[in-house]
């Protein structure tokens, strides 16, 4: 089983609508949970860190399901902007060292006029 | 302004060819990180370094050699030995923490 694991998609969506992506991680002792955004041929970007709680970030919104092992990114009301990859990102606190970053494949979203 | 450069941005090298890519950070980070990103593709993870002198193979290591000298440079050599080097490589640091992590633009490796 991969470490972290991502539907490839793509999705395609229309303008306005909301979309959702999922990503699983299998490491229970993960830490630390992130949702990158990845444009074509450019460098990853930070989107937002993911807490228990949950956060917010104007249409964004990420969840965290630790009893299920599972990150979540909802995004309302999407614009043509939105377009790119996304890429859930864990870190594990490992014992005997050996932390590290661990990507997820990365969901592809295109939205649509 | 902090931040981490990889140089350089476009780099060809002839079959049999070991080439260097740089990876420098002024963040005080003490993690870094090499990936891979073929077309499509996620991100593949070829070392990873937590602390000078140190560092650690990932999942795709063959082919591969890092070194870290200093906290602030971590450069991947890829070797002749590695048999399809074309990719993207991007490099990335994060604090020991765990905290995000800052990517340099990235090296785009053609073989010629």
């Known amino acids: 089983r991969k470490e972290v694991e991502q539907d490839p998609g793509p999705f395609n969506v229309p303008e306005g609508a909301t979309v959702a992506f999922n990503c699983t991680y299998s490491n229970s002792a993960s830490q630390s949970f992130f949702w990158y955004r990845q444009d074509c041929r450019k460098e990853p970007k930070l989107l937002m860190s993911?807490?228990?709680s949950g956060n917010e970030d104007g249409r964004f919104t990420a969840q965290l399901n630790r009893a299920s092992q599972y990150i979540s990114l909802l995004i309302r009301d999407s614009k043509l902007s939105d377009s790119a990859t996304y890429l859930c990102?864990?870190?594990?606190?490992?014992?005997?060292?050996?932390?590290?970053?661990?990507f997820g494949t990365g969901t592809q979203l295109k939205v649509e006029l | 302004d902090g931040g981490i450069t990889q140089s350089p941005k476009y780099l060809f090298r002839k079959e049999g060819q070991n080439v260097t890519l740089s990876c420098e950070q002024n963040l005080n980070h003490d993690a870094m990180y090499w990936y891979r990103q073929d077309p499509g593709q996620g991100l593949r993870l070829i070392y990873y370094s937590q602390i000078v002198n140190d560092f650690q193979k990932g999942d795709i290591a063959e082919g591969y050699s890092v070194s870290r000298e200093k906290k602030e440079s971590f450069p991947l050599t890829v070797t002749s030995a590695q048999k399809n080097p074309t990719a993207f490589y991007l490099c990335?640091?994060?604090?020991?923490?765990?905290?995000?992590?800052?990517f340099g633009q990235g090296t785009r490796l053609t073989v010629v």
């Open positions: 990335a640091s994060t604090d020991i923490l765990g905290a995000e992590a800052f």
């Open positions: 990102v864990v870190y594990p606190i490992l014992t005997g060292g050996g932390n590290k970053l661990t």
């Open positions: 993911v807490y228990s």
